[in-house]
């Protein structure tokens, strides 16, 4: 039998269709989870890449970031779908990231970052 990485096999398993999120309630998230290592708007480098422009950038590319190899090699385009992947724990979508994020786990977090962010980046 043969094996497959966990992240190969995220990337085939269907995800349930996000719902609508509150980009409110995301900002809330992002504030409490977020903000201590990302700036959501600006170049500001903070213990990871800012998130301006996220949706449509491709994974380990922000300019004066020193991204881990496994993130420059992912070559993931973010949006609304990889975020719902990647979010929820990202060491399993890309091995060896230096994102020290346990993943987010309460109901409704991940639909309402994914709504925040889409607007609060779209600098």
Request: hydrophobic share 40%; glycine share 8%; charged share 20%.
């Amino acid at each position: 039998m043969k094996h497959f990485p966990l992240s190969a096999l995220l990337l085939i398993l269907p995800l349930p269709a996000l719902a609508e999120g509150d980009a409110a309630a995301g900002a809330g998230v992002f504030q409490n989870r977020c903000s201590d290592c990302h700036a959501e708007k600006g170049d500001t480098v903070k213990i990871g890449p800012p998130l301006t422009r996220l949706f449509g950038r491709v994974s380990g590319t922000w300019a004066g970031y020193d991204y881990s190899d496994a993130m420059k090699s992912a070559n993931i385009t973010w949006g609304a779908d990889t975020l719902a992947q990647y979010l929820p724990n990202p060491r399993a979508m890309v091995p060896n990231t230096k994102m020290n994020f346990n993943g987010l786990k309460r109901p409704g977090e991940l639909e309402d970052i994914i709504a925040y962010l889409a607007k609060a980046t779209a600098e």
